[in-house]
C-alpha cells in the first residue's frame, strides 16, 4: 500500500471547529477526513456530517458553532480500517469487498507504516482509488 497510496494529510482534532473540517472538504473535495482522537485515527465523513446535521435540524444548532467531536457521534462505527503499508493492493481490495456484507461498507482504508492505530496516518485509500487504478491499467 505504501508508497503507492503515500500522501501528506491534514489531521484534525475533535475540538477543532467544524467549519475548518468542512471548508478542507470542500477545498480540495474530498468526502472525509482523518481525526485524531486519544491517539487513534477515526474519520469525519460527510455521511456522518449528513446525520448530524439531520439530528440537528429541530434544533436550530449553528454550524459555525459545532465541534467535529459533535459529529463524531453520528459516524457509522466502521467506516474505516487500519493497515499496514506494508500490506498489498489485493489486501485493500479484498478489505472493501468484505465490507460491503455489513449495513455500512468500509469508506477508506488508513494506512500507517506498521499497521497500528496509534501511528501517524501515511496514507488513505478508498473505493475509487482501486477503480482509478484498475482504469489506468486498462
Known amino acids: 500500500m505504501l508508497p503507492l497510496f503515500e500522501q501528506e494529510m491534514s489531521h484534525y482534532s475533535p475540538d477543532d471547529p467544524l467549519t475548518d473540517a468542512l471548508s478542507e472538504m470542500a ?14 485515527s477515526v474519520l469525519l465523513t460527510e455521511e456522518g456530517v449528513s446525520r448530524w446535521l439531520l ?8 454550524v459555525g458553532d459545532a465541534r467535529i467531536a459533535d459529529v463524531l457521534a ?13 500490506q498489498t493492493v489485493r489486501d485493500g481490495v479484498e478489505a472493501f469487498v468484505a465490507s460491503l456484507e455489513r449495513s455500512e461498507p468500509l469508506q477508506a482504508i488508513l494506512v500507517t507504516p506498521t499497521g497500528k ?15 482509478s487504478l484498475a482504469v489506468s491499467a486498462i
Do not use: Y
Not at 27 to 40: A, E, K, M, T, W
Open 74 to 86: 453520528h459516524e457509522a462505527k466502521n467506516s474505516s480500517q487500519i493497515m499496514s503499508g506494508r
Open 55 to 62: 439530528s440537528q435540524a429541530a434544533k436550530d444548532v449553528a
Open 27 to 40: 477545498r480540495l473535495r474530498f468526502s472525509q477526513v482523518v481525526v485524531r482522537d486519544r491517539g487513534h
Open 117 to 131: 492505530a496509534i501511528e501517524e496516518i501515511a496514507g488513505i485509500v478508498t473505493p475509487w482509488d482501486f477503480v
